[in-house]
Every structure is written in structure tokens, then in C-alpha cells.
């Protein structure tokens, strides 16, 4: 069966860390069949493809690919896959590939902690476990998925899609850290790609009346994500002018 990232790919999902230069398949048999003990056999690598050692008591299901039709090929379950991928690439695969699913009604919290129970033993999956535990459906894009897991990677809780009411208008930040006047932005570039000075004038137009509101207003771009250090010193000084205004 497709699995892993490349079984995202086929299911129209984000990769954030992976390598599609390679593509994954998984050895399955019948249901029926004699059960095979846990991660039997060897996986196999060949130029650009690596089949997988067979996981006991994955099914196949189906999935529609991205073109809107049903796929002819076996794909792994959705949460299986986020796992996988986060295995073969950076943990953070996992993250970005959860979020979506669970926006998007591919996944549920429930199943979540069932495909990572499957993966247990498996080289890695401590880590994409840990990652894991920032999955949150309200994360609207890779970049705020990678905000929230640097941000609780430094010991700050944090609310998505916070709404805020300043001067009669309601916004709504990516994050509020819990508990504080600090908001934080996850600022990619496509909300500035059409170049259009209106969403420019806009966005600092909502920035001024939130900071007049007593609001501290923190930015980070993808560059800076690749930084904790720089992040955990920009929150705090947000924290800092926040407790001095209150």
C-alpha cells in the first residue's frame, strides 16, 4: 500500500520536511491471512523508492486523490501515514500533515493516539509522539502548526484563532500566549503576494488597534521559526512590555 509521504501526497495533505525524491510503500497481506509478528521481514531500498516491512494490523482503506477521483491504490490510514512521514522525514511531518487531516475530517483526535500506539518500538517515534501532542484542527496553515510546536517547545501555552475585540471591530490572532496580552503572528508571504498595498494598509491598520487596545503583537516568519532561541527572546520581551502596560 501507498504509505507514509507519499500516501500524504495522494491525499492532498501539506509536507513540511520530507523528501519526494523517495516513495514509500508498505508490505500488507489479507486481513484473513496468518498474522505476521510485528514488523516482519526487512525493508527494501531501491533508487527512489523504499518499501517498508510489513506493520501488523494496519488496514487498507481507500482515499480520493488530490484530482477528486478514488484512487486504484491501497493507501494507508491517514493517521498512519502523518506518523510515517514524520519517521522518514522531520518530526514536524507529522505535525503539519495532522493538522490538515483533522481540519479537514480526514482524521480524528481519537485515531490519532491509536496510529501512533501502532508505530510503538518503532526507531524515532519518540520524538514524532512529542511533536504530535501540538495537533490542533484550528492550526490554518504549515506555518501556524510550526508556530504553536516551537512556541509550546519553549514552555508557553497557547490559544489558536484567539478572537479579539479593539475599538468596536473583532480580529483574530493566530495565537494569544494564555493568559497574557501577547498575540502571535505567524506572517508567511501569501497574504502580501499580490503585492496589493490595500492588504498592507489593512494589516497595519488592525496591528495599530490592537497595540492602542494594551495588546503586544509578536511576528515571526519562517525564517525565525528555524530560531527558538531568537522566538523565546522576542516573547519574552513581549511579556515583558505586557506586564509593564497592565
Known amino acids: 500500500m501507498v504509505s507514509h509521504s507519499s500516501a500524504l501526497v495522494l491525499l492532498g ?5 520530507v523528501d519526494l525524491g523517495v516513495v514509500h510503500l508498505t508490505r500488507v497481506r489479507p486481513l ?12 527494501r ?9 510489513e506493520q501488523e494490523g494496519v488496514a487498507w482503506v481507500g482515499a480520493p486523490s488530490t484530482g477528486g477521483h478514488t484512487h ?25 500533515a495532522a493538522d490538515a487531516a483533522l481540519a479537514r475530517g480526514l482524521l480524528t483526535a481519537e485515531s490519532l ?24 484542527g484550528r492550526h490554518e496553515s504549515p506555518g501556524e502548526s510550526l508556530t504553536a510546536y516551537v512556541l ?3 514552555g508557553h501555552d497557547v490559544e489558536p484563532q484567539f478572537e ?12 494569544r500566549i494564555t493568559g497574557t496580552r501577547v498575540l502571535v503572528e505567524f506572517d508567511g508571504r501569501v497574504k502580501y503576494a499580490s503585492g ?31 530560531r527558538p532561541e531568537m522566538v523565546h527572546g522576542r516573547v519574552l520581551e513581549a511579556l515583558r512590555l505586557a506586564a509593564l502596560a497592565a
Do not use: M, N
Not at 508505530?119 to 490542533?136: S, T
Open 72 to 96: 486504484p491504490a491501497p493507501l494507508a490510514p491517514v493517521g498512519h501515514a502523518a506518523v510515517g512521514a514524520g519517521l522518514v522525514g522531520e518530526p514536524t511531518a507529522a505535525l503539519v
Open 152 to 154: 509550546r517547545g519553549l
Open 45 to 53: 531500498r531501491r533508487p527512489g523508492l523504499l518499501l517498508h516491512r
Open 13 to 17: 495533505l501539506p509536507l513540511h520536511g
Open 196 to 226: 496589493d498595498g490595500a492588504v498592507l494598509f489593512d494589516e497595519k491598520r488592525r496591528e495599530d488597534a490592537l497595540r492602542r487596545c494594551g495588546w503586544v503583537v509578536v511576528r515571526l516568519t519562517w525564517s525565525e521559526l528555524a
Open 113 to 136: 493516539p491509536v496510529a501512533i500506539a501502532d508505530f510503538e518500538g518503532h526507531r524515532g517515534v519518540g520524538p514524532v509522539r512529542a511533536a504530535l501532542r501540538c495537533a490542533d
Open 32 to 43: 484473513d491471512a496468518e498474522a505476521p509478528q510485528p514488523w516482519s521481514g526487512q525493508s
Open 164 to 175: 479579539v475585540v479593539a475599538e468596536g471591530r473583532t480580529y483574530r490572532a493566530d495565537f
